[in-house]
């Protein structure tokens, strides 16, 4: 079974910093694409940045120059480092691994970030 663990989450005040790191295991294969999301309550989950096998990267407009994810294949393993946070930036973030061929969608439970004061 495919299992992604997300971590890092917290609570930082705006204008700090968080790096969330999503741990997959279970994955005797590569994936296509790895993705991070954020749920707002009241809002539809939005996507945030997306990371492809290759090593492109696409953001979201509201994040974009602020985060950056990043993937090291060695430990299995998804960054969003996430700079000059917002209190708009509050949501519940997941990690989100795609297989095209097969079309399987896997996802994590989600970490928690908070920005305030």
């Known amino acids: 079974q495919v299992q992604l663990v997300e971590s890092g989450g917290g609570l930082v005040q705006p204008g700090g910093s968080l790096r969330l790191s999503c741990a997959a295991s279970?994955?005797?294969?590569?994936?296509?694409?790895m993705n991070w999301y954020r749920r707002t309550p009241g809002k539809e989950r939005e996507l945030v940045a997306t990371?492809?096998?290759?090593?492109?990267?696409n953001y979201a407009d509201s994040v974009k120059g602020r985060f950056t994810i990043s993937r090291d294949s060695a430990k299995n393993t998804v960054y969003l480092q996430m700079t000059s946070l917002k209190p708009e930036d509050t949501a519940i973030y997941y990690c989100?691994?795609?297989?095209?061929?097969?079309?399987?969608?896997?996802w994590g439970q989600g970490t928690q970030v908070t920005v305030s004061s």
């Open positions: 279970g994955n005797n294969f590569r994936f296509d694409v």
């Open positions: 990371i492809l096998s290759g090593g492109s990267t």
């Open positions: 989100n691994a795609r297989i095209f061929i097969s079309s399987l969608n896997y």
